[in-house]
């Protein structure tokens, strides 16, 4: 314990000495290194798919799920979008340095606020290699430091993508330690990094509730928790059901093994005799195990009933709960006790209830008529994402580049003296 401790503070603190150095670099060096981070990726495909192997195959051996294998691959289409997302960052304005909110006090000071930096972030996170990407595209152009902690499954490809930025930045002449890894799986890794508060300013935990819990309980630093998805899409009395079975659909099955699928489906009891025989036949194509309200196995006596616990499960799997609603203010009123406020959606035609929805519904992303699966720093036009904020404190939503600074208040003068 003590020598990991050493190992982990020494990390730490080289990580805290470079971004004192990275905060100071102008946009085009940054660019630069994300540049060489962009052909580091390109140029080592091979390398990545190699080390990306020993852990399917660990996987594999250790019967994870399909969807958590699929979160796990990184194929050529997973390495030209962590490339795609690099770039898009490179596209991105700096927000460092930038000076808003000047005010002209009587005396004649100028009195504003100027973004700068973080200082340094620790991220925990659990199977998706491509985090390591996303997450060090960020923190560099942003000009913080990061400590990677990924979960034991991704442990060798979390390696690799690290070693790869290190390069891009060492090229670029910016200190590789603005970026740092933990190599330890122990979970007395993760105890000890949320001991470092003279290092570490802020701990982002993404993963399951088992993660987030343990970090919310032992950290010292302050946390921004990527929580559960628990999202929601209600179909509206007043919905296209066309255009809602393919909004339902994509939700579901397009990707289900990440935070923004679908996890309940409501649908007002008006148009569910309608709907949800469509809907089914659409979702048993896809191989989607559906879990019902009373009212709902009375339309579809073949489905599992749902038990309590399914309303506030987080499945990531194609697994669907579904309940027929009396009425707008069932539906949100059933979201806000069980969504974990990440995304909800509704499918509707009538402006009013859409406006009602996306009004009481208390969570950090509300669509009208699309897809949660749009809930994502890149679809946002964020380039990429730190995670998903389901707090309210600093940042809700997606966490993007912006987010990654602090503001700091910036005074001119020309000799004011106060009496």
Same mark, same amino acid.
């Given at each position: 314990?003590?020598?990991?401790?050493?190992?982990?503070?020494?990390?730490?603190?080289?990580?805290?000495?470079?971004?004192?150095?990275?905060?100071?670099?102008?946009?085009?060096?940054?660019?630069?290194?994300? =540049?060489?981070?962009?052909?580091?990726?390109?140029?080592?495909?091979? !390398?990545?798919?190699?080390?990306?192997?020993?852990?399917?195959?660990?996987?594999?051996?250790?019967?994870?799920?399909?969807?958590?294998?699929?979160?796990?691959?990184?194929?050529?289409?997973?390495?030209?979008?962590?490339?795609?997302?690099? =770039?898009?960052?490179?596209?991105?304005?700096?927000?460092?340095?930038?000076? *808003?909110?000047?005010?002209?006090?009587?005396?004649?000071?100028?009195?504003?606020?100027?973004?700068?930096?973080?200082?340094?972030?620790?991220?925990?996170?659990?199977?998706?290699?491509?985090?390591?990407?996303?997450?060090?595209?960020?923190?560099?152009?942003?000009?913080?430091?990061?400590?990677?902690?990924?979960?034991?499954?991704?442990?060798?490809?979390?390696?690799?993508?690290?070693?790869?930025?290190?390069?891009?930045?060492?090229?670029?002449?910016?200190?590789?330690?603005?970026?740092?890894?933990? !190599?330890?799986?122990?979970?007395?890794?993760?105890? =000890?990094?949320?001991?470092?508060?003279?290092?570490?300013?802020?701990?982002?935990?993404?993963?399951?509730?088992?993660?987030?819990?343990?970090?919310?309980?032992?950290?010292?630093?302050?946390?921004?928790?990527?929580?559960?998805?628990?999202?929601?899409?209600?179909?509206?009395? *007043?919905?296209?059901?066309?255009?809602?079975?393919?909004?339902?659909?994509?939700?579901?099955?397009?990707?289900?093994?990440?935070?923004?699928?679908?996890?309940?489906?409501?649908?007002?009891?008006?148009?569910?005799?309608?709907?949800?025989?469509?809907?089914?036949?659409? *979702?048993?194509?896809?191989?989607?195990?559906?879990?019902?309200?009373?009212?709902?196995?009375?339309?579809?006596?073949?489905?599992?009933?749902?038990?309590?616990?399914?309303?506030?499960?987080?499945?990531?799997?194609?697994?669907?709960?579904?309940?027929?609603?009396?009425?707008?203010?069932?539906?949100?009123?059933?979201?806000?006790?069980?969504?974990?406020?990440?995304?909800?959606?509704?499918?509707?035609?009538?402006?009013?209830?859409?406006?009602? *929805?996306?009004?009481?519904?208390?969570?950090?992303?509300?669509?009208?008529?699309?897809?949660?699966?749009?809930?994502?720093?890149?679809?946002?036009?964020?380039?990429? !994402?730190?995670?998903?904020?389901?707090?309210?404190?600093?940042?809700?939503?997606?966490?993007?580049?912006?987010?990654?600074?602090?503001?700091?208040?910036?005074?001119?003068?020309?000799?004011?003296?106060?009496?």
């Amino acid at each position: 314990m003590d020598n990991m401790k050493a190992v982990l503070t020494g990390k730490a603190r080289r990580v805290k000495l470079a971004s004192r150095e990275i905060a100071l670099v102008n946009t085009g060096l940054k660019n630069l290194a994300l =540049q060489y981070i962009v052909e580091e990726l390109d140029g080592k495909r091979e !390398e990545i798919k190699t080390e990306n192997e020993k852990d399917l195959a660990a996987g594999i051996q250790k019967g994870l799920s399909k969807a958590f294998i699929d979160r796990l691959t990184l194929n050529d289409k997973r390495i030209n979008e962590m490339i795609r997302v690099v =770039q898009d960052v490179i596209k991105l304005n700096d927000p460092v340095g930038e000076i *808003f909110d000047m005010n002209n006090r009587p005396n004649g000071l100028k009195v504003g606020k100027m973004r700068v930096p973080i200082g340094v972030i620790g991220i925990i996170f659990e199977s998706r290699p491509n985090v390591c990407i996303e997450v060090a595209s960020l923190t560099i152009k942003s000009g913080n430091g990061v400590i990677l902690r990924g979960g034991s499954d991704a442990i060798h490809s979390n390696i690799l993508l690290t070693s790869l930025i290190k390069k891009g930045l060492e090229k670029a002449g910016l200190p590789g330690s603005c970026v740092e890894v933990i !190599e330890s799986t122990d979970r007395e890794s993760v105890l =000890q990094l949320l001991k470092l508060k003279d290092y570490i300013d802020i701990i982002v935990p993404r993963g399951g509730l088992e993660l987030i819990r343990f970090v919310e309980e032992h950290s010292l630093i302050p946390v921004i928790r990527h929580d559960l998805g628990i999202c929601h899409t209600y179909v509206d009395e *007043f919905a296209n059901l066309e255009m809602a079975v393919s909004i339902c659909y994509n939700a579901k099955v397009q990707r289900p093994g990440v935070c923004n699928a679908m996890e309940t489906m409501l649908v007002h009891k008006s148009i569910a005799e309608d709907f949800l025989p469509v809907m089914k036949k659409e *979702f048993d194509k896809a191989g989607v195990r559906l879990k019902g309200c009373k009212n709902t196995v009375r339309l579809l006596p073949d489905i599992e009933p749902a038990t309590g616990e399914d309303w506030s499960t987080e499945y990531l799997d194609l697994v669907l709960s579904v309940k027929i609603v009396a009425n707008l203010e069932e539906a949100i009123d059933h979201i806000n006790d069980y969504s974990s406020h990440h995304s909800d959606a509704i499918v509707t035609e009538h402006y009013s209830n859409g406006m009602k *929805f996306i009004s009481g519904v208390d969570s950090a992303a509300c669509f009208i008529n699309a897809s949660t699966r749009f809930s994502d720093g890149n679809e946002f036009g964020l380039g990429a !994402e730190m995670g998903i904020s389901n707090q309210k404190l600093h940042v809700r939503g997606p966490m993007g580049l912006k987010d990654l600074t602090a503001p700091k208040y910036v005074i001119f003068g020309n000799g004011q003296v106060r009496t």
